[in-house]
């Protein structure tokens, strides 16, 4: 077994072990029955009437991205992505970094893309018809051309991607490799950024690329050298690229790979682990190798597994979720996982944290949650224990659909809304001063002037000089101030209503 201390910078997130929270409790989509989600990813979600909801970073729980309908994927990007609706047209949302409104632009070159990734400065998109997509974003501006094709490389079902060093003929080298499975079965790699393309001798009928491994359709695994300036032995020629069987695997049906550690289910629906375990944190990291798969016994019947953080995530066909440490010298084929969560339909990996959809279609979340990644409405580093997501809540006025910088947030059973994001559509003035405390001034249901001031440090509120108890008071969350949608709705003169068939809050006003 052989260690390696490592930078910090490639530490690629496995940081300190996960940490218990105990945040003001968060609602969960309504129980029973469908919660009206069609598919969903680690920061998204898409319901059924085709609209694209999203969290993470400064948006602390799902929020609507307007300007999209008829969504059919999303293919994340570092808190934007790249979208694709039911005619093919292909769109990428982003979040303004000033306003941290959502803005969308069309991507008029690409069309139907099935996979996306970016490598940067470097996009690669492919298309439902075997084509390659490529732009590379410029470092002196940063501004991204339109795509252009990939000369020299058709039928493409799916791509892998790495980076490359050593040091032959004693002088520093640095490479990316791509490599491109296609879809007779066959794995094209390039190293001269898409420049030239050549086959990879011995892989034949593969499946699924994950680095450098590949599944074959008989169950066979498949790898080959990837070359670490840290690791000398692994050097060669980076064009002369020979694929071997892996021994000690076999009869595997999905691999699954966070670059360092790796995991493999096999058609037994055991779970095998090999590649990297860790100790300690930040700057102290150290990343043991295991190189030897070992199956666990203490988990069968699994259907689906990540490595999140220094965790195995893994579903079973009964509908459980467990977890097992990897933070440990050497991984025991005996290691214990413990029970997450039950009732479990499916599960989605994120790196630091992975998104649960139970039965009952509701969205949990469980691990790293430092960048709203669970889209709980909180931002405490992370979670011991799965947490319900916010249910995704559109507001209209006057049948307009309203755009939010972040999401409805719920708590003890009321609805709050950023500060200034819906009332002065309503015709109110916001003011709010160095003292935390918001002034909205308007016409009241009577028609008479009317005042609202609210400290959003003790939640004191007054309409009118007039002293009023809100039964829960405005929050602050990552900077931003909620305030109660229904309360100041209704103040203002506006009908609220609740449509639970359409998650929708309904106001109008004349």
């Known amino acids: ?84 609706t039911k005619d093919g047209s292909v769109w990428k949302w982003e979040s303004n970094a000033r306003t941290m409104a959502i803005e969308v632009t069309p991507v008029p070159e690409l069309k139907n893309i099935t996979s996306f990734q970016r490598v940067y400065p470097r996009h690669l998109a492919v298309t439902g018809e075997g084509t390659v997509y490529t732009s590379v974003t410029s470092t002196d501006d940063n501004t991204t051309p339109p795509f252009a094709s990939v000369p020299g490389l058709d039928h493409v079902a799916a ?55 590949a599944l074959s359709k008989d169950g066979s695994v498949w790898t080959w050298p990837d070359q670490d300036s840290y690791l000398p032995e692994t050097y060669s020629d980076p064009a002369q690229l020979t694929a071997t069987p892996f021994s000690g695997l076999k009869d595997i049906r999905a691999l699954y790979n966070n670059g360092r550690s790796r995991l493999a289910i096999d058609k037994q629906s055991r779970l095998w682990f090999w590649g990297s375990t860790v100790t300690g944190y930040s700057d102290g990291t150290t990343y043991q190798d295991e190189p030897v798969p070992v199956v666990f016994s203490g988990i069968s019947k699994v259907t689906d597994a990540y490595i999140v953080e220094q965790s195995i995530v893994a579903l079973t066909s009964d509908g459980k979720v467990y977890a097992a440490s990897i933070a440990a010298e050497l991984m025991s084929p005996n290691a214990k996982f413990t029970l997450l969560a039950s009732d479990i339909q499916s599960i989605k990996g994120g790196g630091r944290h992975v998104i649960m959809q139970k039965n009952d279609g509701t969205l949990w979340g469980w691990g790293v949650n430092k960048n709203a990644q669970l889209g709980y409405g909180t931002y405490e ?130």
């Open 1 to 84: 077994m052989k260690k390696r201390n490592l930078l910090v910078s490639m530490v690629m997130g496995l940081t300190a072990c996960l940490t218990v929270g105990t945040p003001e409790a968060a609602t969960a989509a309504a129980s029973g029955g469908s919660s009206g989600i069609s598919s969903y990813g680690p920061d998204y979600l898409i319901k059924d009437d085709g609209s694209l909801w999203v969290w993470g970073e400064t948006k602390s729980v799902p929020t609507q991205v307007h300007g999209l309908s008829d969504v059919q994927s999303s293919f994340p990007l570092y808190y934007s992505a790249m979208v694709t």
């Open 159 to 213: 791509i892998s991607q790495y980076s490359e060093s050593n040091k032959l003929n004693n002088k520093d080298s640095d490479w990316h490799r791509y490599l491109f499975l296609k879809t007779d079965g066959t794995v094209w790699t390039s190293i001269d950024e898409l420049a030239t393309f050549t086959p990879v001798p011995n892989l034949k009928d593969i499946v699924q690329l994950e680095q450098n491994y």
């Open 381 to 510: 580093f992370s979670y011991k224990q799965p947490v319900p997501m916010q249910k995704p809540i559109s507001v209209t006025l006057n049948s307009e659909s309203i755009a939010f910088t972040n999401g409805v947030i719920t708590r003890n059973g009321q609805n709050f809304i950023p500060l200034r994001s819906l009332f002065t559509k309503m015709g109110a003035t916001i003011g709010y001063s160095m003292d935390k405390v918001v002034t909205i001034t308007g016409t009241a249901a009577d028609k008479t002037p009317l005042s609202i001031v609210i400290n959003t440090v003790n939640g004191a509120t007054t309409v009118n000089g007039k002293s009023v108890t809100l039964a829960t008071p405005p929050f602050v969350v990552n900077g931003t101030v909620y305030l109660p949608l229904r309360f100041i709705s209704e103040q203002l003169g506006a009908k609220v209503d609740w449509l639970p068939q359409e998650s929708r809050i309904a106001i109008s006003m004349k």
